[in-house]
């Protein structure tokens, strides 16, 4: 504990904190573990620059955004080209600014308090510029994996290997070789490491996504849901266009006109870059009334509509990302008790298990179908409820996956092995004294 207490970390993180579930996991159990952590974040309107939460201290930048960054369906190939443009110098400006901005306030963190250990967490892989210096300071690296940048740039753009992905790659192969350790989400992410960096495995910490305990306290149900007396579907994620949700509304669409069924509502909660496109899309598809796309909502009220939901629903499709990455909804859905339909990929699949419906990847009608099924057996929809919620409270929840955060720290501080040279030398020494 001695050491803990002693350790000081400083996390990097693109986004919203305590917002970011994943991160704000990270740092109180860090903190209550009795390390001193340190965040530097996005600022959201209304919360502080600088502030101190539940011990851990956040420093917040201002927030930029050139231009929005999102291709609409029907893009033509020549505008898509233009988009694609855009947004890499949208997002070429936007990350050389929050690195810039972060290697900024991290030496004034580190003139000020000092930290032993950056902690990146990604995207964007511009990060590790901000660790560089202090790591020829002689302090630590961390790299945390949330996002395959080259495959995140693939399924937002339905893109193709080329300039683009191998300038991420490379990115990402710097962050990878400057960390002292690296933090994966899931198998799939560790291996990836390994064959594109040639990273030890003993150097990659698997620390899964997973529900903390407010996420595993059964809420009461929205009673304005209940009074609907339908059957309730329910989204909880991001909005973006790797997302998936647009499969999901087409597969509403089939649900209602196709095989007839009006006895749904679906409540889509979250928000992204694509959320207006989303709401126009549902009205195209003529799906007023039957879809609610929220936007933000409190906790308070996401935890209550996921309570009266019947079915919960991941339309996440088959793409280069979302073919090996862990979503942390699914949890979220088995430990609300909450069967769940799905496409049929390999981390999705080894999350849920028994808990879902598969449907072959990216087949809108046979999503509908299996609404359908689960809406007609109230009965296997309670087994696959119960059967995640265990899995969760057994395995998956993140008291438990987040322990293998805690043996990464401590591989990392404990002073590295005596090279060999150093022992021949400290052997011949001794060998002399006798």
Known sequence: MMMRSATKILMLVENYFPQDTRVANEASLLTDAGYKVAVIALRKRGQAGHETLNGVEVYRLPTLELFKKTPCASINRINLVFVKL???????????????ACLVVSTYIFVRRGFDVVHAHNPPDTLFLVALPFKLLGKKFVFDQHDLCPELYRSRFRATEGFYTRFLRMLEWC???????????????????????????????????????????????????????????????????????DYLLRSLRHLLHGLKHSDFHCVIMGTGDSLQDLRDLAENLQLNGCVDLTGFVSDEDLQANLAAADICVDPDPSSPLNDVSTW???????????????????????????????????????????????????????????????????????????KNLLTAYETLMVPKRTSFCEAHVEKKSTESSS
């Open 86 to 100: 855009k947004s890499f110098l949208g997002y070429f400006v936007e990350y050389c600014y929050f690195t810039t």
């Open 328 to 402: 942390i909804k699914v949890m979220e859905y088995m430990a609300a008790a909450k069967p769940i339909v799905a496409f049929d990929l390999k981390e999705t699949r080894f999350s849920a298990r028994d808990a879902a419906v598969y449907v072959e990847p990216n087949k809108e009608a046979e999503f509908a179908k299996a609404i359908v099924q689960l809406m007609e057996q109230p009965e296997l929809r309670k087994q696959m409820g119960s059967y995640g919620r265990r899995r969760v409270e057994d395995e998956l929840q993140w008291n438990t996956v987040g």
């Open 175 to 245: 962050s990878l070789k400057l960390a002292d350790i690296t933090i994966a989400t899931n198998e799939s992410y560790k291996q990836i490491q390994i064959e594109r960096a040639n990273k030890n495995p003993r150097d990659i910490f698997v620390v899964r996504n997973g529900p903390n305990q407010m996420r595993m306290t059964l809420a009461v149900p929205s009673a304005r849901l209940r009074r609907m007396n339908k059957s309730i579907l329910c989204y909880v994620g991001s909005l973006n266009p790797q997302d998936g949700v």
